[in-house]
């Protein structure tokens, strides 16, 4: 099961994390040695994406993603037996890019989407 926040996801989608769990920063003492800082990297880019062909998102779960992107809160994501809290990325905009697989102008709540939604592990 896929599931941000409240909101159940179809449950083939993709999970893209950002693998860099180590962060080094590298500076120079006042008697001219390197020092390397290491640290965690908690706040890993984590991609949930719906391709062409499987994983598509139904117009009333767009719609609740789009409610939960317009807040400014943090939501637990559980993907399978993996479970983290998580933001959507607004630095990296837009934070949903979902397009229609194929626009049905007559009856547009009857469209299936694709693309991708930009989280940030907090």
């Not at 598509?56 to 479970?83: G, M, N, P």
């Not at 809290?85 to 397009?99: K, Q, S, T």
């Amino acid at each position: 099961m896929i599931k941000l926040g409240k909101l159940i996801l179809p449950p083939d989608l993709i999970m893209k994390e950002d693998i860099c769990p180590i962060i080094a920063n590298k500076e120079i003492a006042v008697d001219g040695t390197e020092v390397i800082f290491l640290q965690q990297n908690y706040n890993k880019k984590i991609d949930l994406i719906a391709t062409k062909e499987s994983g598509w998102i139904d117009s009333f779960q767009k719609k609740q993603l789009e409610q939960l992107a317009k807040k400014v809160e943090q939501y637990e994501l559980i993907f399978y037996q993996k479970k983290m809290m998580v933001r959507f990325r607004y630095e990296d905009p837009p934070c949903l890019d979902l397009e229609p697989i194929t626009p049905i102008v007559d009856a547009p709540q009857l469209e299936k989407y694709f693309g991708i939604i930009k989280l940030k592990e907090v």
